[in-house]
């Protein structure tokens, strides 16, 4: 998200821009849709929205709204399947769960979007039903020059099969989004004996116990409050421009260059994805996509060689 240009991101003069200040915002509906159907802000939006059943053959083996929703534990939410293996468990059906799941729609709910993961799933067939909000904020690029320094001395350090490769990409995903997101909250931690330590377990706050010695166990309390630094329309563009660059290989490179009968999602997050893949009976389990790719891709990609080295030979000549 560093404003380097780059042609898999077909909006914003195909740039990926940082949120900067907030320039303005509206609950007026018209105002909203103009911004979506421009393209040429960066913003957040609050709408609802759902796929038609006429997408459905290419999207329901993985449906690209991610979200981390409450659901009730009912057999016409969840499923006959999974509401059977439930019970067949006695695992508890009457209270809700908060879950990591993928979507069609927007579970009749407002949802938040940044633009470039909305405009994917518009490109993809989203239909918007109702709008809420929307914020449009400045395109930052300070960034960028950070970025391609440390990328130049990234690949430097590569070339020269050093290991300080790791180093320079660990500065560049912490020093934006990352995981540093999820560690700006940190559990309080007590020394305490037996005692405090039985009645710090019955607290509805305590997250963990380790035994130090004898008497004494360090145990973890989730605090009250917390200090974040990280602004919330950092937080947001990081989260949903993540979950833009997997879709985007998902969608526009995956289901165009592979055979989509041969492979199957088995498990997907959103920073990894399991895949079961009928692959060469003849090969191991190493053989990763070779044997699954279209005729037609290696085609283009043959011919994008060929082109390629007719170039290098003409400069040569020339």
Not at 304 to 312: G, I, W, Y
């Amino acid at each position: 998200y560093s404003s380097v240009k780059n042609e898999n991101i077909p909006y914003t003069d195909n740039r990926m821009y940082m949120a900067g200040r907030s320039r303005f915002y509206s609950e007026k509906p018209y105002v909203i849709k103009n911004c979506i159907d421009q393209r040429k802000d960066i913003f957040v939006a609050k709408v609802k929205g759902y796929f038609p059943k006429s997408e459905y053959n290419n999207l329901l083996a993985l449906p690209p709204i991610i979200r981390n929703i409450e659901i009730q534990n009912k057999e016409e939410v969840i499923g006959e399947c999974m509401y059977s293996q439930a019970q067949k468990h006695s695992l508890p059906m009457t209270k809700k769960d908060r879950k990591l799941t993928t979507l069609l729609d927007t579970n009749d709910q407002f949802m938040v979007f940044n633009n470039y993961y909305l405009w994917l799933l518009i490109d993809l067939g989203f239909i918007i039903t109702d709008y809420k909000a929307i914020t449009v904020f400045e395109k930052n690029t300070a960034y960028e020059p950070f970025v391609r320094t440390m990328m130049n001395l990234r690949i430097q350090s590569i070339l020269a099969g050093s290991t300080k490769e790791k180093f320079y990409k660990l500065i560049i995903n912490s020093s934006y989004g990352y995981d540093t997101l999820n560690t700006e909250k940190f559990g309080k931690i007590k020394m305490l004996d037996k005692a405090g330590t039985f009645i710090a377990q019955h607290h509805p706050n305590h997250i963990g116990t380790k035994r130090i010695s004898a008497n004494t166990f360090a145990v973890q309390l989730k605090p009250k409050t917390a200090n974040c630094f990280t602004s919330i329309q950092s937080g947001v563009f990081t989260l949903d421009n993540a979950k833009y660059w997997y879709l985007n290989y998902i969608y526009n490179f995956m289901y165009k260059c592979l055979d989509r009968k041969r492979f199957h999602f088995v498990l997907a997050d959103t920073d990894s994805i399991y895949i079961s893949i009928s692959g060469d009976p003849t090969k191991d389990c190493h053989q990763q996509f070779e044997a699954i790719v279209k005729d037609r891709y290696l085609d283009l990609v043959l011919k994008m060689k060929v082109m390629n080295l007719r170039h290098q030979v003409q400069s040569a000549i020339q």
